[in-house]
């Protein structure tokens, strides 16, 4: 015999079943891996003026040196590595503990139209500033078709 529930609440059961599914799969632990990666990411704020993109990204802790900026059609790429080591020895220059890190932190942004060669950047505070200047407009000229006459 036919189930007793309306067909709009059937269709609200097997769109929220298939919903759960499909969360179930993506908060699996399977994913992981991806989770605690080397390739990190960063905060930013982008602004945009008339004429040009002002980008201000958190870097805390690195020198202009760690900081890769690299743009190349259609894609402006900020990548900062970290490499740190510390060791402490005892007086018999036994180590006693050495510590490691790494870290690859990356952004890319999808930006056109942009004059690559006047981009300027600059570090402060652990704040990366970058300026990105557009290309003038160069959308075609709209032209009126005149009544025949």
Same mark, same amino acid.
């Given at each position: 015999?036919? @189930?007793?529930?309306?067909?709009?609440?059937?269709?609200? @059961? %097997?769109?929220? *079943?298939?919903?759960?599914?499909?969360?179930?799969? /993506?908060?699996?632990? /399977?994913?992981?891996? /991806?989770?605690?990666?080397?390739?990190?990411? /960063?905060?930013?704020?982008?602004?945009?003026?008339?004429?040009?993109?002002?980008?201000?990204?958190?870097?805390?802790?690195?020198?202009?040196? @760690?900081?890769?900026?690299?743009?190349?059609?259609?894609?402006?790429?900020?990548?900062?590595?970290?490499?740190?080591?510390?060791?402490?020895?005892?007086?018999? *220059?036994?180590?006693?503990?050495?510590?490691?890190?790494?870290?690859?932190?990356?952004?890319?942004?999808?930006?056109?139209?942009?004059?690559?060669?006047?981009?300027?950047? %600059?570090?402060?505070?652990?704040?990366?500033?970058?300026?990105?200047?557009? *290309?003038?407009?160069?959308?075609?000229?709209?032209?009126?078709?005149? @009544?025949?006459?």
């Amino acid at each position: 015999m036919f @189930d007793m529930i309306p067909f709009g609440k059937r269709r609200e @059961d %097997s769109i929220s *079943q298939l919903m759960k599914s499909f969360n179930d799969v /993506f908060s699996n632990d /399977f994913f992981a891996p /991806f989770k605690g990666s080397a390739a990190m990411s /960063f905060k930013t704020d982008i602004r945009e003026t008339e004429n040009a993109y002002l980008v201000e990204a958190e870097l805390p802790g690195f020198h202009k040196d @760690d900081i890769e900026i690299r743009y190349e059609e259609p894609y402006l790429t900020i990548k900062a590595v970290r490499k740190e080591a510390s060791s402490v020895e005892d007086s018999d *220059q036994n180590i006693i503990r050495r510590e490691r890190s790494y870290g690859e932190y990356v952004r890319r942004f999808h930006v056109q139209h942009i004059d690559e060669d006047g981009i300027t950047a %600059s570090l402060k505070n652990g704040v990366l500033k970058l300026e990105i200047p557009k *290309q003038p407009d160069t959308r075609a000229k709209r032209i009126q078709i005149r @009544d025949d006459m």
